[in-house]
């Protein structure tokens, strides 16, 4: 059963930076591909980014493209998300997700994914 745990969040000044991180436990990370999504108060879930299980193919949501970069360590059995030039609509819940897949494909739609972390807030000051 695959478990997920991230970690990184924190309170960051606006232009700010920080690395969320998403450690996976109880298979081989190499066989999931992993989608970060996020949440804010009074708002839907909203994707962010996700990488392939080879961590070849990425996608980003349009309001982080360019500011945030998904990547992912298989032998560490680990994802990131490093988050630039931050801004206050970025405060939010950020929750790491995977489905199995043993095919290079990356989707960013939450329904496709079978498990999820707990959640790391992330809170970026005006």
């Known amino acids: 059963q695959l478990q997920l745990v991230e970690s990184g969040g924190g309170l960051v000044q606006s232009g700010g930076s920080l690395r969320l991180s998403c450690v996976a436990s109880?298979?081989?990370?190499?066989?999931?591909?992993v989608g970060w999504f996020r949440r804010a108060p009074g708002k839907e879930r909203e994707a962010v980014s996700c990488i392939d299980n080879i961590g070849d193919s990425t996608m980003y949501g349009d309001s982080v493209k360019g500011r945030f970069t998904i990547s992912k360590d298989n032998a560490k059995n680990t994802a990131y998300l490093q988050m630039n030039s931050l801004k206050p609509e970025d405060t939010a819940v950020y929750y790491c997700?995977?489905?199995?897949?043993?095919?290079?494909?990356?989707?960013?739609?939450?329904?496709?994914?079978?498990?999820w972390g707990q959640g790391t807030q992330v809170t970026v000051s005006p």
């Open positions: 109880g298979v081989d990370f190499g066989e999931y591909t």
């Open positions: 997700a995977a489905f199995r897949l043993l095919q290079p494909l990356c989707v960013i739609i939450d329904t496709a994914y079978d498990y």
